[in-house]
């Protein structure tokens, strides 16, 4: 059941399952690189899941402050958005304006007011600003194509670590399969027990923060961008 989801902590090997007495399944290093001493410290496949439903119990965050997050996510959003709205309004106007601009000019080296030298100088300057301009325009289009469906798919998530440990615990050797391939990354195994529990983001972060987090910390957590509010924002996509 839990093979392919733990490696040995002393040689990085893969562990593999045994089953005793036609019933106690044990777990050990599979001792591939032949020089490990942790093959022979045979594990209990009980004390495992029980260590592993325990850990999914840290996952649990007040669902009351995941609430006021998740809206205070939506209204940052919201503003973000009127902003982003506001620069693609602008540069769009100013994308309009060179256009006049031009037209003006053309008009002014035809009836002859500036001499050519002139005119091609203010020409090139209004190509310039046309080239910065569409470039920013196509920025500001093509940023997180979707932020509210990444926003949703946190939460939800928020809402799976919740209930992770429960689930866990009263479901069948099958789930907890679907449960383990869903939640963890990689978790090692040491004299019998696991010694480091890894998750996948963003379950990683919600185990790193406390069971009653203050709302600064739900925010902050793990943010390296000033835009990104991590568990909030993901660098990889979700599925
Ligand atoms: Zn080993």
């Known amino acids: 059941m839990l093979s392919g989801f733990i490696t040995c902590q002393k ?4 562990i593999t399952a045994e089953i005793k007495k036609q019933k106690y399944i044990y777990y050990h290093c599979t ?3 032949g020089n490990c001493d942790q093959k022979s410290q045979n594990a209990k496949e009980e004390v495992i899941d ?3 439903a325990k850990d999914m119990e840290e996952l649990y965050i007040s669902q009351k402050m995941v609430d006021i997050v ?4 939506l209204e940052e959003l919201a503003d973000l958005e009127t902003y982003e709205n506001h620069a693609l309004n602008t540069v769009q106007k100013a994308l309009e304006s060179l256009k006049t601009r031009r037209s003006r000019l053309v008009d002014t080296f035809t009836t002859g007011d500036i001499d050519e030298a002139l005119y091609r100088h203010k020409l090139q300057t209004i190509d310039n600003e046309e080239v910065t301009l569409t470039k920013q325009s196509e920025q500001l289009q093509i940023e997180n194509p979707n932020p509210y469906a990444t926003i949703e798919l946190v939460y939800n998530r928020f809402k799976q670590g919740n209930t992770m440990a429960e689930r866990y615990k009263t479901a069948s050797p099958e789930q907890k399969r679907i449960i383990l391939s869903e939640s963890l990354s990689n978790s090692f195994l040491l004299n019998r027990n696991i010694v480091d529990l890894q998750y996948q983001k963003p379950y990683s972060d919600f185990r790193n923060l406390p069971k009653k987090p203050s ?3 739900m925010r902050r957590r793990g943010d390296s961008n000033s835009r990104g509010l991590s568990p909030w924002r993901f660098s990889r996509p979700l599925h």
């Open 70 to 73: 998740y809206k205070a996510k």
């Open 50 to 52: 029980s260590y592993i």
């Open 31 to 33: 001792n591939g690189r």
């Open 11 to 14: 040689c990085g090997c893969a």
């Open 215 to 217: 709302f600064l910390e």
